[in-house]
């Protein structure tokens, strides 16, 4: 595996006991995860504002998850060759004009383009913050993958939250200014704090900026992948799943993916301390047997509350089985972090981007109960695959 040096400075000031490496990948996470949340009140902004209908917004929402795909990869590589600090800090400064282009821009093509870069850098700074958790991780020897990804789903919940608000309030121009102000905040503090992963002039020169030739990556992609697409499924069709099949009203029917993203982020926050008692590979197979259990109280709930316990304890399950994977991507011997992580991520992410379509087309003709339960089965995957998860446990020396 190749070494790579972390250079700390001289004096680090601790924040409530707690390293400032870690903090500074904290707020990364939650600066990706406030843009993230901010992008779900723009597109019925959008919709009006270039008066488009709910087609053109799919094409639109494609593009994002286009623009993320296609340029994982390139901050795979500059995190391999250049370490995670370099890259992510690229990403960030990148990302954070974004969403105020996308407000700018007077028509759909134009639009389309700056969603294109915010689906970009967006993506770009998810793989790069990744493996710079990786990089506190093994400087700090111990696991926080799941927090860092407990405090996206808080900054998505701060961001949705807020967004809707600020767009009402201060007009959709106003809602963009401030949420790129405060997002830049956020960046701005974690900047001088985050750890220094620069690889050595020897490391570098062995780095192979090529796909990997073990399949290692490849299993743990599709770990993420199938741990992915429930989480999409629960996303983007509880609620109708809530409101068309088991009648539930409308200002109701939410409750299902508030559940379980209210379970997921508790858990996510949970999840560090989770993984060293147990270890990784227990973890991960609990956690598995808790989403199964929990897609298929869903669709074979009798009533409205069964299937919104159903969809909490999916949550609970499917919190931590992402963090795991790319923290096991993270720590694979003889691959770079950046590679590793980079395939781990576009495999896991596409799930979220190509499966909602997919499961809509077939909901159509059967129903979402039935899908939600077949959803189960791919959680055996992931507990088949378990044992690779071994990647991601720390010695305690």
């Not at 390293?19 to 600066?31: D, K, N, Q």
Request: charged letters at 10%; hydrophobic letters at 60%.
């Amino acid at each position: 595996m190749i070494e790579r040096v972390l250079r700390q400075r001289p004096r680090r000031v601790r924040f409530a006991g707690i390293a400032p490496e870690r903090v500074a990948v904290s707020a990364l996470f939650l600066a990706n995860g406030f843009l993230i949340g901010n992008w779900a009140p723009k597109v019925p902004l959008l919709m009006e504002r270039l008066a488009i209908g709910e087609a053109i917004a799919g094409i639109l929402v494609l593009v994002l998850g286009l623009g993320s795909v296609v340029v994982m990869p390139v901050f795979g590589a500059l995190t391999a060759r250049n370490g995670s600090a370099y890259a992510v800090r690229i990403a960030a400064v990148l990302v954070l004009p974004t969403l105020l282009l996308v407000t700018l821009a007077p028509n759909v093509w134009l639009v389309g383009g700056a969603i294109f870069l915010f689906g970009a850098f967006v993506g770009g700074m998810d793989v790069a913050m990744n493996a710079n958790a990786v990089a506190v991780e093994k400087h700090m020897r111990k696991a926080i993958m799941s927090s860092c990804h407990g405090f996206w789903s808080l900054g998505g919940l701060i961001g949705a939250g807020s967004g809707g608000i600020l767009a009402s309030v201060m007009g959709e121009v106003g809602h963009a200014l401030v949420l790129t102000l405060a997002a830049t905040a956020v960046v701005a503090f974690a900047f001088p704090r985050i750890v220094k992963d620069r690889p050595t002039p020897e490391a570098r020169a062995a780095t192979r900026l090529v796909l990997p030739s073990s399949p290692l990556p490849y299993l743990l992609g599709l770990m993420a992948l199938f741990s992915m697409v429930p989480e999409g499924a629960i996303l983007d069709w509880a609620a109708v799943y809530l409101q068309k099949e088991m009648g539930a009203d409308i200002s109701f029917a939410a409750f299902g993916f508030a559940a379980f993203s209210g379970m997921m982020a508790m858990v996510r926050f949970a999840g560090d301390t989770i993984r060293h008692k147990l270890g990784a590979v227990t973890t991960l197979r609990v956690s598995s047997g808790f989403a199964l259990v929990g897609l298929v109280i869903a669709g074979l709930a009798p009533n409205i509350g069964i299937a919104i316990l159903g969809f909490a304890v999916a949550g609970i399950g499917i919190a931590n089985l992402v963090p795991i994977a790319f923290s096991a991507a993270g720590n694979l011997p003889g691959i770079p972090a950046g590679i590793g992580m980079s395939v781990v991520t576009v495999m896991g992410y596409s799930g979220i981007l190509v499966a909602p379509g997919a499961i809509g087309f077939i909901a159509e003709r059967t129903s979402f109960s039935i899908i939600y339960v077949c959803l189960a089965s791919l959680l055996l995957v992931t507990l088949a695959l378990s044992g690779l998860a071994k990647s991601a446990d720390f010695s305690s020396d």
